[in-house]
């Protein structure tokens, strides 16, 4: 039997189990692994500036491509705790990263040594599985589980504590015979799906609301497969933008509070039952209950058997993976169509293609400074259909969710429930890092942009492209328009006039400065007609350096984004589109009658 130490069957395992990318700082107590690492080979390794920056980049990269698992590494404390808002917006989102973290010693864990902290007790309210790994011999099994227990059910993230003597021990380990655990997932019966079906055979005006669980089983070809047998427009949620695209004719826009469009949310109330798959029913896409259920039935499937009733109790709920239900509604809605069956949804559908043509905000506006809609509206001239987009949080996420376009599953890469500031830079190199071929754009207001800017550096360092569109205001703006119900405006400016460059006004930090100090590229747009070339000027500085480049958009300094509490009353601060010129970009032309 080979002999090597437990870091290094570590090492061989993570190969095994198909890493090939990981991204740390490492640290004392982490250092035997990191030397297993490097002796090991097979694993590209991302230095990050900031470790939860490593933990974002991680899940950057699992969000990217289909059965990606990214991979975050440092000491216990302060990196591990470092992690935790990683591991957080991980489980949140259903995202499967392994966060590794090397300890102190086995005898030294309750003495108080340095950076000795029990990071396994701390992690385990947002992981799976939070172990501190105390002999040697078991560390295979714990990695082999966590694997297991990161694809099985509800995917999420997994911690596993290393202390330095465990690390070092040797151990009787042969990669050559390791095989990875099966994974576990339950599956819908015929019986459950044809019930579900009953319920869409007997509605007048059904809908798909179809959740990110849908992506997380790569099963977005069947759900557009089953949408299009049976006629019945979907409704994606934000962490399902993309399974089928913007543009489709069954695309019946988005529902909620916040990243919705009006279209999106007319049709959802005229609809009389809804088939969520793979769905949460998130509080920012429901808004009150009462509005959201009244009138309609409702079937719910999800790869988690408690999500069933948490939030609401459905009419039906089925436990399964979106992948494994799917294939049995694709396979009897295929039977019911042979049979002629299936009810004629056409005048249906056709009625939310034409609230989609009448129903819009306007992006064009000629303002300096800049309105933010304007920004959106050049993004979607200046990127195409293969974008990527990857954003957090705040009124600049919020808006492009109502005015960008996407079309594809895995191209809105967003952290969808915990919505950490600082998230969009180290995700979008994690992303860029996993599909090095595909455009990647960040979207990011100034006080997201600010929180972890230093892993730009990173993207200088180990030449990541992509571009990273900064809306400034110079606020916190997203806070200061929640703080309107107070009647304050407290704790959210962040202008002040910068001594060493007076030429930006109240608007602050100069950040072309810092990015151009971190080693990227950088353009100030202050007028509209400046954003397409800036973005086209963008791509090309991106390819020929090969590092990130900043487009900053100097926006006036308030704009209020529509949002609500009820779906059925979402508050349109701005002037809504009344002529074709005043949604230019939009998905279908505007219209008025």
């Known amino acids: 039997m080979p002999r090597m130490t437990a870091a290094r069957a570590a090492v061989e395992i993570l190969k095994r189990e198909g890493v090939t990318n990981a991204f740390g700082v490492p640290g004392a107590a982490i250092n035997p692994f990191y030397a297993a690492l490097k002796a090991g080979g097979g694993i590209q390794h991302t230095l990050a500036r900031h470790v939860e920056g490593a933990s974002h ?3 950057g990269y699992t969000r ?4 990606n698992i990214g991979v975050c590494i440092g000491t216990s404390g302060p990196a591990g705790t470092d992690m935790i808002t990683g591991l957080y917006s991980a489980i949140a989102d259903s995202i499967p ?10 005898a030294k864990l309750h003495k108080e040594d340095f950076q000795a902290v029990d990071i396994a007790s701390i992690a385990k309210p947002v992981t ?6 105390l002999e040697a011999a078991q560390v295979p099994g714990v990695f082999q589980q966590a694997f297991h227990l990161m694809r099985s059910g509800r995917p999420g993230p997994v911690l596993i504590d290393l202390p330095i003597d465990v690390q070092l021990t040797e151990i009787d380990f042969d990669p050559d015979t390791y095989e990875p655990l099966p994974v576990y997932k339950p599956s819908a019966t015929r019986a459950q799906v044809e019930k579900a079906i009953g319920f869409l055979l007997a509605s007048e005006r059904p809908l798909i609301v179809a959740g990110g669980g849908i992506i997380n089983a790569d099963a977005s070809e069947l759900l557009v497969e089953f949408a299009e047998l049976t006629g019945t427009p979907v409704i994606p949620t934000l962490m399902g933008w993309g399974i089928l695209a913007d543009d489709h004719e069954l695309n019946a826009g988005m529902v909620g509070l916040q990243t919705s469009h009006r279209y999106g949310n007319a049709n959802f109330l005229e609809s009389d039952f809804v088939l969520g ?5 998130a509080n920012r896409h429901t808004g009150e209950l009462d509005v959201y259920t009244k009138g309609r039935k409702f079937v719910h499937v999800d790869v988690e058997p408690t999500q069933i009733g948490k939030i609401f109790a459905p009419d039906y709920g089925i436990a399964s993976d979106a992948k494994a239900a799917l294939t049995l509604f694709v396979e009897v809605a295929k039977e019911l169509k042979a049979a002629g069956r299936l009810p004629d949804r056409s005048a249906w559908a056709a009625s939310t293609q034409e609230r989609k043509a009448q129903l819009q905000r306007r992006t064009h506006f000629d303002n300096v400074p800049l309105k933010p809609q304007r920004v959106y509206e ?13 954003t957090t949080i705040g009124l600049s996420q919020i808006a492009g969710a109502q005015m960008l376009h996407v079309y594809k599953p895995r191209h809105w890469i967003n952290c969808g429930q915990a919505g950490p500031l600082g998230w969009t830079i180290p995700a979008a190199l994690g ?7 595909t455009p990647v754009v960040a979207l990011s207001g100034d006080y997201d942009f600010q929180f972890m800017l230093e892993e730009l550096a990173v993207g200088a360092q180990h030449n990541i492209p992509y571009v990273h569109v900064l809306v400034n205001n ?18 959210v400016n962040l202008e002040f006039e910068n001594i060493n460059s007076p030429e930006l006004g109240v608007y602050g930090v100069d950040h072309v400065k810092v990015v151009e100090g971190l080693g990227c590229k950088a353009i100030r747009v202050t007028e509209p007609d400046q954003l397409l070339p800036a973005f086209e000027e963008a791509k090309k500085l991106a390819a020929e350096y090969r590092v990130p480049v900043v487009v900053e958009a100097i926006l006036e300094r308030i704009t209020n984004i529509s949002m609500g509490v009820k779906i059925d009353a979402i508050n349109e601060f701005e002037e809504l589109a009344t002529e074709p010129g005043h949604a230019p970009t939009a998905i279908r032309p505007l219209q008025t009658s």
């Open 64 to 67: 990217a491509n289909a059965g």
């Open 378 to 390: 050049e993004m979607n001239r200046a990127f195409g259909p293969e974008t990527r987009y990857v």
């Open 57 to 59: 980049m991680a899940e």
């Open 431 to 437: 992303v860029a890092t996993a599909d090095p071929e």
């Open 97 to 106: 990263i392994l966060c590794i973290t090397g300890q102190a010693p086995v």
């Open 128 to 133: 799976k599985a939070a172990t501190t790994v």
């Open 474 to 491: 110079s606020y916190l703006g997203l806070i200061r328009q929640a703080q309107r119900g107070l009647d304050i405006n407290f704790q």
């Open 277 to 281: 798959i793979g769905n949460r029913w």
